[in-house]
Nanobody, 115 residues
Framework: QVQLVESGGGLVQAGGSLRLSCAAS????????MAWYRRAPGKQRELVAS???????TYADSVKGRFTISRDNAKNTVYLQMNSLKPEDTALYYC?????????WGQGTQVTVSS
C-alpha cells in the first residue's frame, strides 16, 4: 500500500508561483514513475508532468517552460514548481505513483489562479 499526500496548493494571482509537494510512504519510491495530473471543472483529467526513476521528465505542452517537476528520493517526495501561472491552470492537482502493477493516487490539492 502506498500513501500519497499532496500539499502546497492555494489561491494565487495570475503570473504568480506555487510549489506543490507530494510525499510518499509505504513504498519503494526511487524506482517509481511519479506524475502530476490535474482536473479542471468540467474537463477531463490531464497529465501535467511526469518524472521517471532515471530523472527523465515529460510535460504537457500547455505547461512547458513554466512548470518543473523534480524528485528527492531521500525524502520520498516529488515536487511541481509552477511559475507564470494562468487562470486556466486552475484545477485540482493529483500526485500519481506508478511502479510495476502498482498505481496509486493522492487526494489532490486545489490550485486557483485569479485573473
Amino acid at each position: 500500500q502506498v500513501q500519497l499526500v499532496e500539499s502546497g496548493g492555494g489561491l494565487v494571482q495570475a503570473g504568480g508561483s506555487l510549489r506543490l509537494s507530494c510525499a510518499a510512504s509505504g513504498s519503494i519510491f526511487s524506482v517509481a514513475t511519479m506524475a502530476w495530473y490535474r482536473r479542471a471543472p468540467g474537463k477531463q483529467r490531464e497529465l501535467v508532468a511526469s518524472i521517471f526513476n532515471t530523472g527523465t521528465t515529460t510535460y504537457a505542452d500547455s505547461v512547458k517552460g513554466r512548470f518543473t517537476i523534480s524528485r528527492d528520493n531521500a525524502k520520498n517526495t516529488v515536487y511541481l514548481q509552477m511559475n507564470s501561472l494562468k487562470p486556466e491552470d486552475t484545477a485540482l492537482y493529483y500526485c500519481n505513483y506508478i511502479y510495476s502493477d502498482y498505481d496509486y493516487w493522492g487526494q489532490g490539492t486545489q490550485v486557483t489562479v485569479s485573473s
